[in-house]
């Protein structure tokens, strides 16, 4: 299989909306360059490297089917025996108002925009840094929104995976933060996929049936590249207040929240999320007092807190005006960061002079390559999953969550990869 990728000259103007400038010498352009021949084959190749997210509609008009598949997600949303019937009526009552948020920011999501790019630049990085895996192929499958993850399996097939063919695959989070609800849902809806179109294969014993041999990156919440990304937007943005009051302003790192049932499952994503709060300001040297605080709070059960909002109010009540917020665990913008951070929470402040945001991961360069480095050292390590990916939530009850992990863990790498 060979992966024709366009010319150098025709990815300049991508360099160069990434930061780089039109005369950066040679040096500091290498890790961008781009080979201008079709990347060869590797020992180990091809390679799909497939990013796994919630997505979000890419125009008003997907509002209602996003909306329908999140609320019949059970591993997001467990509704019980009435999930089929329930779930569609909570997604058409909310659809209006989602929409009218969506349409506040440009009329839809920009996760996919984001997701292909972010895919596309590190498999091009990929196949300079590690060439036996070579071509790395780019994919993207979204729980809730085009492309899903059906349509996702099903090109993967097209494109000369599987199907008594074998081939590589990584499952690659884009969750930093491991989540039943985000990245295990996203790996039960791959799991089931894949049953359904590569046969119940069950654990390989040679990993040589001829199905597609599955490996995952699960969560990666204190990667060095990603807390760099981190640090140095939010020396950015501090950087933007008067030299006299930069180390008094407050870092607000905000992630979404998990209502307390899911905390109480067991679920480690508040511990991760934590873990890379602290890996950030350890990198600052602690230069500035932080809190953490959880955002988009859906419903009436109890969620995590505090919340982001009364955390900015409170605040500023107090006299701390000078305030930073940091989306910590979402890697692109999206509704949360562009409606619910800058319209609401700091539009409604009143002070939207001195509460500021730091920007999304989006098409950083220095994420990118951090994104590649991981994919690197995980294609070498010969690892199907991480160890912490095998232990269920002391509270889980789910089949889809114990077949899928058995799945995941039992698929078998080959010696050296
Ligand atoms: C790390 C990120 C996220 C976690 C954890 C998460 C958990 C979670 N979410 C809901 C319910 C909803 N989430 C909705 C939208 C939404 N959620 C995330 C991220 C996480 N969710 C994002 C990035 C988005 C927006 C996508 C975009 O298009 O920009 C929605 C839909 C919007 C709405 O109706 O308000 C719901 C509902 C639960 C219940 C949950 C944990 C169990
Ligand atoms: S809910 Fe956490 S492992 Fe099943
Ligand atoms: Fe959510």
Redesign the pocket.
Known sequence: MAFRLPAASALRPLARSLGASRNAPRQQLRWLAIPAHPVAVGSKGPTAMVFLN?G??STTDEVGDF?SR??ADAD??PLGRLQNYIGPFIAQR?TPK?QKQYAAIGGG?P?RKWSEHQCAEMCKLLDEISPETAPHKPYVAFRYANPLTEEMYNRLLADGFGNGRGGRAVAFTQ?P?Y?C??TGSSLNELWKWRQRLEGKAGPLEDGKDGTIQWSVIDRWPVHPGLIETFASNIEKTLAEYPEERRKDVVLLFS??S??MT?VNRGDT?PAEVAATVYAVMQRLNFSNTYRLCWQ?Q?GPQPWLGPQTQSSVEEYIAKGQKDLVLIPI??TSD???TLFELDQEVIGESGHADTVKRVESLNGNPIFIKALADLAKSHLNNGIACSAQMGLRCPGCKSERCLESKKFFAGQITLPGQ
């Open positions: 919630m979000g509609p909306l999140l609320f997001l949303i909310r989602i999501s996760i969750y933060q989540s609800s985000t992630a979404h998990l209502p899911v994503y988009s859906v665990a979402f999206h509704i949360e």
